[in-house]
């Protein structure tokens, strides 16, 4: 049944630098889209990558020189803050599941909880169970125990493992191949329409006919 609202859904990995950007850039633009329902679903980059036979622009040191570089000219452009990390990649396996149980059972702070600067500001391993609990502890006012309970459930909870692992299976079968992926569906549609990067933000708009101040226009996240 076609819904009567227009949708978004963001595919992301916190692995991905061009998801930073994405995430960042998008978001100065959603506060006006309020017909449009938008949500971030969390999945395994990596095992995209495996499933699909893909391989990520930093296996190729050109490709990462260039990466590199794009994202600067991206962050001067636009005026997103931005560090490449010394170590990159690092396993976000950890991260993920600690996000797709708070999008679970916190959904009021998880996005709070995407919109971080660990590591493409400060260049933090968040692989780590300290730099994780760092990150999220202000956004639970301080609750350790809060945060360590998430960060157990991310570990040994079999029940989110699986929907993790269901929600990477979902992104393979909508043809998914990178991140961030945004599948758009117009309201009254039942069509999926497949966007990929954080340069698509634009073409995005106007398939679904919102406002689009330019990468350039000034905004708080």
């Known amino acids: 049944m076609a819904a009567t609202r227009a949708s978004i859904i963001c595919y992301y990995d916190l692995i991905s630098p061009y998801t930073y950007m994405g995430f960042k850039l998008f978001n100065r633009f959603r506060k006006q889209w309020t017909n449009v329902d938008v949500t971030f679903r969390p999945m395994l980059l990596g095992g995209v990558m495996n499933e699909i036979k893909n391989q990520p622009l930093f296996a190729f040191p050109s490709k990462k020189s260039h990466m590199i570089a794009d994202l600067d000219r991206i962050s001067g452009v636009t005026g997103v803050p931005f560090k490449f990390p010394q170590k990159f990649p690092v396993n976000t396996v950890l991260p993920m599941r600690v996000l797709t149980a708070l999008q679970i059972h916190e959904a009021d702070k998880y996005e709070q909880c995407i919109d971080k600067d660990e590591y493409f500001i400060h260049g933090r391993d968040i692989s780590q169970a300290d730099v994780i609990q760092q990150a999220l502890s202000p956004v639970f006012h301080s609750d350790?125990?809060?945060?360590?309970?998430?960060?157990?459930?991310?570990?040994?909870?079999?029940?989110?493992?699986?929907?993790?692992?269901?929600?990477?299976?979902?992104?393979?079968?909508?043809?998914?191949?990178?991140?961030?992926?945004?599948?758009?569906?117009?309201?009254?549609?039942?069509?999926?329409?497949?966007?990929?990067g954080s340069d698509r933000i634009e073409m995005i708009a106007a398939?679904?006919?919102?406002?689009?101040?330019?990468?350039?226009?000034?905004?708080?996240l």
């Open 144 to 196: 350790t125990s809060k945060v360590q309970s998430y960060l157990q459930r991310a570990a040994q909870d079999q029940e989110i493992k699986k929907i993790f692992k269901q929600y990477t299976d979902e992104a393979i079968a909508k043809g998914v191949f990178g991140a961030p992926t945004f599948i758009v569906r117009k309201a009254g549609s039942e069509e999926d329409l497949l966007f990929f």
């Open 207 to 220: 398939t679904l006919g919102l406002p689009y101040a330019g990468l350039t226009s000034v905004s708080k």
